[in-house]
Each structure stands twice: as structure tokens, then as C-alpha cells.
């Protein structure tokens, strides 16, 4: 607790400050919590992940714990997933929620942060990592949402992913002949359809305002 | 009457306007004459005020002889002719007096949009003040006394309309997310305003020379609580038309609602003390935890009374006609109930209707929602336009006593606290928020702080006895609302178009936004959970889940309350569609968001998955079973002509071979657009007894119906829109295949469709095709195309 048990790590967080963006303050709490998940060791399992009892109600967790051990999130262009991740793989999948200033930036510097968020979440509806989110995925998606509601929602989220992605189709393609075939959503389709909700001022998390007697569970 | 009937019979040019106008005002001057002649209405009196004038006699002069004052002696009469005609307006004279107010109003309003350019340039507000001003000064002129606008009227009849219209419209997501900084500029904001305002003229008070010296701390800081708080029927007035972004328009409303709990407070708090002349720290102390009552028990008492009519609604399915009643008499109640305790009725108002409409709004028709939502808007509408010709009025029949000094201070100190406290506040609130308010922003918030009626009714309740000064507040309460409706309200607009404020953005929301918003949520939920720490999205999703788990059991009837909010935001949007195809009738193009000519076959994959199994079967086959389906299809044409209301989808119109031909005519055309349907219309499975089809099997006929208990009942249309395999076919097969093969045909004679499939594959393999199935929930189409309402009826 406190300064000694983060005397050791002072100098990598400060890296990892640089890499990720956070604050030394954000990162000394996130391995706090990090090394409460995996039980003081180096790397966290999905297993670890299931402890969390929180997590249980969530009904799109699978899709969330995936998408920590999804090689794509590592901003290093890799693919594929992997079965543990380090702390710093931990942080760089996280610094994906930083909250940043939004009205500071330029009209790129929010066009690009609209991206990587975006880019996120399609990663987490791709899982066969192809480019683009067929009707499959979509449906899976929907299902999962819909997934504590019971037999009432299969039929129904087979009806709404459809409906999804049939506006897609209409709104990114237009035009399509009665024989042609819309293979799947890509990433720019995706950027298309989303541009009304303000992912970069929603897709955050307020890491200043972590209650640190929570970890202490 | 006649002559103005006659004038308004054609609309025409601006000039037959004016000339209607005129004649308008000469119509209702000779009625107000008329009832002035019989009983000068008081200083304090309105056309609503006291019924005093209908105690005495009730003139009922129906011929006998009947005495109608105990005074006269019943022996010495000498027999009058039989009265044919008599003229006795007494008895009638309250009710004539405000339907002549209310209709007055309706009339300017509809006149104003008559003139082209007018109401683009000047606020509706502005104009009807000076109308109510000229009105006045008419009345004035022909020398009666004008009326004033009561505060009890005020108060308990017209102020409710307009708060019960914003409260229940509420947008809850962007209200919730901007509670902070509404409630630091509601709170924070007024109270500073008030002590700065007070205190400043306080001491331009003491400076010799003004003669303002009997004008004690007090007093003033009375009058700076009454002129201070921002006033929510300007507010809407003005913003409303000025269509600016939901972030902007939600705060400066947001506090106009929220500091009404400050504003009561406070001026309860100085007018007591303001006779005895000191606060003390106690008094302070007491004030702050008033606050805290009026404010929390305001919310308390509005979301029990929201909750009461949430659980009547549930059991209404059999009395629709009343539904929209209990809405409105439950939230009036609300209402007075916190006036009674002198909690904040505004807030009891807001938490009633933000409280009570979810729930309500699954449980009842649609035609009691569109119902709910016009009347509504009618009288917030009677209402504000009432207040502002009011104003006007007043304005010219109070007493005033013109200072100029406290009136230009008075103005001059409005504006710069208002911009002081929005700057300051801004600065402690940006810390806090992550998306910042620009200066842009902060300038809107403080422009838009407009005063209005609930200022002056504050000021007019003072007492006289104790306040000297009342004329001279009344005065400038009234010169600062002119100030910031006319001057503020007229140039808001330009301003916003000068400094490319962002505008409210009008797209309709679509189905993979909401997907992704839910999406969304639950990731974030996820990743705090993951983080450990119990954040804003942790506790707004135990919030829903303990709304889901509990409280919608409680107060939803019937299976709605199980219902996810995807579905039920999908099956919504599906039944607008619906609507629009059948509106449109006999239009070639649909009405879809998006032209385009994509349709469902280019989504579906070309192979079928590899997880399902269908069987292939030959052409030959596929051919038979058309045939069949086709010859079914006929049948059940024929018997569509002797349809029982129990089991055919609820008609509105209910009699009639007409219609039936109508309804089998529209039936052709609907298919035939199905092949070029490109959205919405893929329900799948409604349980016959969902609420979404009740509702629209209810929605029309007031007399009950019973849900068939049995699930095949229901006639629908399943639509293969081309699935890859066969080219346009239409099917009708029964909802619910598994009942299918047990079926007895006929059993009640209505109208059962079912599968008439000769043998079982066939039957799986329906099951397994991917169709898209239109439901025919066409039977409350609403009152019209302009019913695409601009919020969701459900959230």
C-alpha cells in the first residue's frame, strides 16, 4: 500500500505513462488493481476475469473480456488473441477509455480519436478478424445484447440485426442490383453509420474519481 | 359577435387580418363594457377571480313568477307580461369572461401566423405583449379598469399547463447526464444572483439623493430573489423557436425548473423576516435545511403521485377513454399537494411526469398517448399565450411609481450578476465535466436567462402593509421582463446565427445507433466493473436493472414488462413504418429514410450457414406448394368477409362492406409493395396477447376486447421477400407453426388463418426459411402525417 510496494515500478510507470497517456496516479491504482485480479502475479487469464462478480450481469461480457486479450487492441497491428496479457498490455487496452479534452483539439485530432474508438468496437464485433462484420457477427451481436431477455429475443434479434444491417447496406451503398451481395460492414461503413453518436465524448471512463477503497475488496 | 364571425369566415391578406383584429377588440370591448356596466371589476380582480359577482342573484327569469330576492313581497306583485327574451348575464358572466380571454388569445395566435414574416423575426411572446398592452390601453381608454393578472390564477391555474407539457417531455438521458452543472446554475447561480443583486442595490439605496432610503436590506434582498431566478414559460418561449443544440437548451431549462425550490425559499424566507427586520444565523441555518425540505420533498411528493398513476395505468386496458385523465389529474394533484406544504410544486410537477411517463406510456393506447400529448400542448400553449397578453394588461392597468434610478440599476445589475455567475460558475463546472461549455456556450446560458410572469406574480403578492415599496418592484419587475423578453428574446436569435451556435440536430434516431448506444453502455459498465470502481455507468445500470426486475413488474401490465428496450425501440419504429405504408396508399414511392434499392435478398447470404440444415427440395416441389399456398391465400380471402372483431386485427372503422373492400384493396397494394420494402417490417413473433398488438387491437374501440387465449387466431402476412431459392411468393402461414398441425378449422368462425400444409417437412422447412413476416398493425394510424414526433414515445 502506498509509496514502498511502488517503488519498485516507479520508473516503468513513468514509460508507461509516456506510451499510454495516463497519469502516474491512474496507472499506481490501475496495478493495484491488476495485481488484485491475478492474484499478485504478472499476467492476467481470462479465469481471472470471471471473478469479477460484477461482470456476471453484463450480458456482452464475453465479448469484453475477448476483447482484452484481442492483439488488435495492442496498437501494435497485431492479430489474433492471446491467452494472458502483461500490465502494460492491460493499460493500453484501457487507455482506450481515457477521458480526453475534446474541445481542445483539432478537427483531425478528433476525426483520428473517433477512429481508434471506433476501431475498438469493431474489433469486438469482428471476431474472425476479416475486415468486415457479416450478417453472422451482427446477429451474434444483437443476440448477446438481447440475451437476458429470454426466448423472446433470438427471433427477434435475428429481425433487428437484419433491419441493422440493411439500413447499412442502404445508407453506405445506395444502389444495389436484386442479385448483387452486400458481403459484410466494413471499417468505413461502420464510421458512416455511427457519425451520430459522439463516440469521443461517450466512450470514456472517469479514471480520476476511482474510489481506491473498492480495491481493497 | 356576428360581424367579427363573418370577418374571420375568410383568410386572407394582412390587411383582412388587421381588419378582423379590429374588429376582435371592438367585440370583446363591448362585452367587457357590458359586464363592467353590470359590476366594475377591482383592482385585484380577473375574469377568473372571485365568484363573487355570481353570488347575489341567479337570474332566473324562466317566466314564473318566482321571486328571485327575498327582499320583495310576494302579495303585492302586479302581473307582468310573459318575458319571451330577457337578457341575464350574470349567471353566465365568470365562464363568458375567460372563454372570451381564451379565445381572444387562440385568436392572436392564429392571427400572428397569418402575417408572413412577422413571427420569424419577432418572438410570439413579444407580440403577445403587446397585444395584452394595447388591449389595456383600450380598456383604459374607454375608462373602466383593466384587470391585473391574479396571483392565485397564476399559480394554480395557468402555470401547471406549461409545467406538466416540459416535465413530461422531459428528455431524461441528457437531463441526467447535465444534473451537476443544472443543478450548480439553478442553485449556486440564483443564490448568487439574488445576494449580489440585493446587496448592490442595497447600497445604491443608501446613496443620497435617489430618495430610496426607506428601502431596507431586506427588502432588497426580496426583491433581488423575486427578479433573479430565471423564469421556464420565457425560457420556452423563446428557445423553443430558436431551435438550438439539446446541450444548451436543456441546461438553460433545466434551470429555469430547478431553481424554483431556491426561489421559494428564499422569498418565504425574507418576506417573513423582512417585517421584523434582522436574519439571524438560525434563521440562516433554518433556510438551508428549508431548502433542502422544500426542494427533496417537492421531488418526493411528485414521483408518489407519478408512481400512483404509473400503477392505475396498468389496469386501464379496459376503460381507454379515460386513460389520459388519470395522467392529468394525478399530476395536478401532485401539484397542489405540494403547494399545500409550500414545497416547491414546480419540481413536484417535473419529478411526477418524468417519473410516471415509461411506465404509463407502455401501458396505454396510442390513441391515449396522441391524446396525452395535444392536449398537453394545447393548454401549455392557451396558457403561455394567456400570461404574456396578461402582462401586457397589467402593465397597464398597476399602479406604478417610476424611479428611475432603482429601475436602470435594477437592469443594468440583472445582466451583469447573470454573466458574472455563468463565467464563474463555468470555471468551477469545466473542471468537472469532460465535455467543457466553450464561450460560446456560456454565453448562450447567460443571454438566455430570461424573466417573466412568475417574477411579476411573486412581486404582486407582496403585501403593501408591510412593503411601501410594492409599486415601485412591481415597476421594475415588470421594466426588466420587458427588457429581457423584448430586447433578449428579439436579438437571441440572430446572435445564434451570427455565432454558428450548434443547432439542434433533426435526424432521427436509427436502429444501429440504438443498437450501439445499449452496446455501449454495457461496455463501459463492464470496463468499470473491471476497473473496480463504482462509477456513473455502475450505478445507472443497477439503477435499470432494478427497474427492469422489480419496479416494471410492478407497474406494467401484461407481458410489456418483460420487454427489452431494443425490442421495444425496434418494434416502434416498425410500427411507424407500418403506418407510413399504409398513409401512403396509393403512392409509388416509399416513404424510407433512405432511397436506395437495396432490399433484404442482398443481405442474405448466398449459401445458407453452415449451422442450419434446410432441406433442398425440387422446383417441381416448390411449384406445388405455391400453388397450394396460392389457392389458401383465396379462401381466406373470401372469408375475410366474415371476420369476427375477435379475431381480426381491430379496425377503426368497424362497419362497413366498404371498408372491407378498402382493407382487401390496400391488402393487394401492401404486398405488392412488400417485394419493394427495404426496412423495418421483419417482426417476427408477437404473442397474440403482447401488448404491442393489443394495444393496437384495443387502441380503437373503447368496449373490451378479450386476447384470445389460443395463439393462432391471428391472421398474418408472412412476405418471402426473395429469398434466394424462389422469387416473389407470398405465404400465409399462421404465427405460431407449432400449433399449426393440431388445429381445427373454423372453431369460432372468425377468421383463422393457418398453415395449410399437407404434410410436415414442408411445415419445417417455414420454419427454417428466413421470411420476413409483415404484421398487420395497421389499425391506429393516429391522427395524420404530422404525428412523426419529434421524441420517442417510448424511451
Known amino acids: ?217 | 359577435m356576428a360581424l367579427g364571425r363573418l370577418a374571420l369566415g375568410t383568410v386572407g391578406a394582412s390587411r383582412r387580418v388587421s381588419l378582423q383584429r379590429g374588429l376582435l377588440f371592438l367585440c370583446a370591448l363591448v362585452l367587457l363594457l357590458l359586464s363592467e356596466a353590470v359590476e366594475p371589476l377591482g383592482a385585484s380582480g380577473s375574469p377568473g377571480g372571485a365568484g363573487d359577482s355570481s353570488g347575489g342573484s341567479h337570474g332566473l327569469q324562466k317566466g314564473c313568477e318566482a321571486d328571485v330576492t327575498k327582499s320583495k313581497h310576494p302579495t303585492n306583485r302586479t302581473k307582468k307580461p310573459f318575458p319571451v327574451l330577457s337578457f341575464d348575464y350574470e349567471h353566465v358572466k365568470t365562464p363568458f369572461e375567460i372563454s372570451l380571454w381564451v379565445l381572444l388569445a387562440s385568436l392572436m395566435k392564429l392571427g400572428f401566423h397569418l402575417i408572413p414574416r412577422l413571427s420569424s423575426i419577432v418572438p410570439e411572446s413579444c407580440l403577445l405583449i403587446v397585444v395584452g398592452l394595447l388591449v389595456g390601453g383600450l380598456i383604459k381608454v374607454v375608462g373602466e379598469t383593466p384587470p391585473v393578472l391574479d396571483s392565485q390564477v397564476f399559480f394554480l391555474f395557468l402555470l401547471p399547463p406549461i409545467i406538466l407539457d416540459a416535465g413530461y417531455f422531459l428528455p431524461i438521458r441528457p437531463f441526467s447526464e447535465n444534473l451537476g452543472t443544472i443543478l450548480m446554475f439553478a442553485v449556486v447561480g440564483t443564490l448568487w444572483n439574488s445576494f449580489f443583486m440585493g446587496g448592490l442595490l442595497y447600497g445604491v439605496c443608501q446613496i443620497k439623493g435617489t430618495d430610496l432610503n426607506t428601502v431596507n436590506l431586506l427588502a432588497c434582498l426580496l426583491f433581488g430573489s423575486i427578479i433573479s431566478a430565471v423564469d421556464p414559460v420565457a425560457v420556452l418561449a423563446v428557445f423553443e423557436e430558436i431551435h438550438i443544440n439539446e446541450l444548451l437548451h436543456i441546461l438553460v431549462f433545466g434551470e429555469s425548473l430547478l431553481n424554483d425550490a431556491v426561489t421559494v425559499v428564499l422569498y418565504h424566507l425574507f418576506e417573513e423576516y423582512a417585517g421584523v427586520g434582522s436574519v439571524s444565523i438560525l434563521d440562516v441555518f433554518l433556510g438551508v435545511v428549508c431548502f433542502l425540505v422544500v426542494a427533496l420533498g417537492g421531488v418526493l411528493v411528485g414521483a408518489f403521485y407519478g408512481i400512483l398513476a404509473a400503477f392505475t395505468s396498468r389496469f386501464t386496458s379496459h376503460t381507454r377513454v379515460i386513460e389520459p385523465l388519470f395522467v392529468f389529474v394525478y399530476s395536478y394533484m401532485a401539484y397542489l399537494s405540494a403547494e399545500v406544504f409550500h414545497l416547491s410544486g414546480i419540481m413536484a410537477l417535473i419529478a411526477c411526469g418524468a417519473v410516471m411517463r415509461p411506465y404509463v406510456e407502455a401501458n396505454i393506447s396510442h390513441k391515449s398517448h396522441t391524446t396525452i400529448k395535444y392536449f398537453l400542448k394545447m393548454w401549455s400553449s392557451v396558457s403561455e399565450t394567456l400570461i404574456f397578453i396578461f402582462l401586457g394588461v397589467s402593465t397597464v392597468a398597476g399602479n406604478h411609481s417610476w424611479n428611475w434610478t432603482f429601475v436602470t440599476v435594477t437592469i443594468i445589475l440583472c445582466l451583469v450578476s447573470r454573466v458574472l455567475g455563468v463565467v464563474g460558475l463555468t470555471y468551477v463546472i469545466n473542471k468537472f465535466r469532460i465535455v467543457k461549455l466553450t464561450t460560446k456556450d456560456q454565453f448562450i446560458v447567460a443571454y438566455g436567462g430570461l424573466r417573466g410572469a412568475i417574477a411579476f406574480s411573486l412581486g404582486y403578492l407582496l403585501d403593501k402593509s408591510h412593503f411601501p415599496m410594492r409599486d415601485m418592484f412591481l415597476t421594475a419587475i415588470i421594466t426588466v421582463i420587458f427588457f429581457t423578453v423584448f430586447v433578449q428574446g428579439m436579438t437571441i436569435r440572430p446572435l445564434v446565427d451570427l455565432l454558428a451556435v450548434k443547432k439542434k440536430q433533426e435526424t432521427k434516431r436509427s436502429i444501429n445507433e440504438e443498437i450501439h448506444t445499449q452496446f455501449l453502455d454495457h461496455l463501459l459498465t463492464g470496463i468499470e466493473d473491471i476497473c473496480g470502481h463504482y462509477g456513473h455507468h455502475h450505478w445507472k445500470d443497477k439503477l435499470n436493472r432494478f427497474n427492469k426486475k422489480y419496479v416494471k413488474k410492478c407497474l406494467i401490465a401484461g407481458e410489456r414488462s418483460k420487454e427489452p428496450q431494443l425490442i421495444a425501440f425496434y418494434h416502434k419504429m416498425e410500427m411507424k413504418q407500418a403506418i407510413e405504408l399504409v398513409e401512403s396508399g396509393g403512392g409509388v414511392k416509399l416513404p424510407s429514410a433512405v432511397p436506395s434499392t437495396v432490399s433484404m435478398q442482398n443481405i442474405q447470404p448466398k449459401k445458407p450457414p453452415s449451422d442450419r440444415a434446410i432441406p433442398q427440395i425440387s422446383k417441381g416441389r416448390e411449384e406445388e406448394i405455391r400453388k397450394i399456398l396460392r389457392n389458401n391465400l383465396q379462401k381466406t380471402r373470401q372469408r375475410l368477409r366474415s371476420y369476427n372483431r375477435h379475431t381480426l386485427v381491430a379496425d377503426p372503422y368497424e362497419d362497413g362492406w366498404n371498408d372491407l373492400l378498402f382493407k382487401r384493396q390496400k391488402l393487394m397494394e401492401i404486398e405488392k409493395k412488400m417485394s419493394k420494402m427495404s426496412n423495418y417490417l421483419t417482426v417476427p413473433a408477437a404473442a397474440p396477447d403482447s401488448p404491442t398488438l393489443s394495444r393496437a387491437r384495443l387502441a380503437s374501440d373503447p368496449q373490451a376486447y378479450s386476447s384470445k387465449p389460443t395463439s393462432d387466431d391471428l391472421p398474418t402476412i408472412k412476405v418471402d421477400l426473395a429469398s434466394p431459392q424462389s422469387p416473389d411468393s407470398v405465404n400465409l402461414v399462421n404465427e405460431f407453426q407449432k400449433a399449426a398441425t393440431q388445429n381445427d378449422p373454423d372453431d369460432d368462425g372468425g377468421l383463422v388463418m393457418k398453415v395449410p400444409f399437407a404434410d410436415k417437412d414442408q411445415g419445417e422447412q417455414d420454419n427454417k426459411k428466413e421470411q420476413q413476416r409483415l404484421m398487420r398493425c395497421l389499425s391506429d394510424p393516429g391522427p395524420g402525417g404530422d404525428e412523426e414526433e419529434d421524441e420517442p414515445f417510448l424511451p
Request: hydrophobic share 35%; glycine share 6%.
Open chain 1, 1 to 217: 500500500m502506498g509509496v514502498f510496494h511502488s517503488a519498485p515500478y516507479e520508473h516503468e510507470f513513468h514509460a508507461l505513462a509516456e506510451k499510454t497517456g495516463f497519469s502516474l496516479e491512474q496507472i499506481s491504482i490501475l496495478h493495484k488493481r491488476f495485481m488484485q485480479l491475478s492474484h499478485n502475479e504478472d499476467s492476467l487469464r481470462r479465469e481471472d476475469f470471471k471473478t469479477i462478480s460484477d461482470l456476471a450481469s453484463n450480458p456482452i461480457r464475453f465479448q469484453i473480456i475477448e476483447a482484452f486479450f484481442d492483439k488488435r487492441n495492442f496498437r501494435q497491428n497485431g492479430e489474433g488473441s492471446v491467452e494472458e496479457i502483461s500490465f502494460e498490455q492491460f493499460l493500453t487496452v484501457m487507455s482506450h477509455f481515457r477521458p480526453v479534452p475534446v474541445h481542445t483539439m483539432t478537427e483531425e485530432q478528433r476525426e483520428s480519436l473517433r477512429r481508434e474508438k471506433l476501431r475498438f468496437l469493431f474489433n469486438m464485433h469482428d471476431t474472425d478478424n476479416d475486415g468486415t462484420i457479416t450478417l453472422e457477427e451482427y446477429r451474434r451481436v444483437v443476440e448477446e445484447l438481447l440475451s437476458r431477455s429470454g426466448a423472446l429475443g433470438k427471433e427477434t434479434a435475428k429481425g433487428i440485426a437484419d433491419a441493422a444491417m440493411l439500413e447499412v447496406a442502404s445508407v453506405s451503398v445506395g444502389h444495389m442490383e436484386p442479385d448483387e451481395f452486400y458481403e459484410g460492414i466494413t471499417f468505413d461503413h461502420f464510421l458512416k453509420i455511427l457519425n451520430g453518436i459522439e463516440i469521443e465524448t461517450r466512450m470514456h471512463i472517469r479514471f480520476l474519481n476511482m474510489d481506491t477503497t473498492n480495491l481493497c475488496k
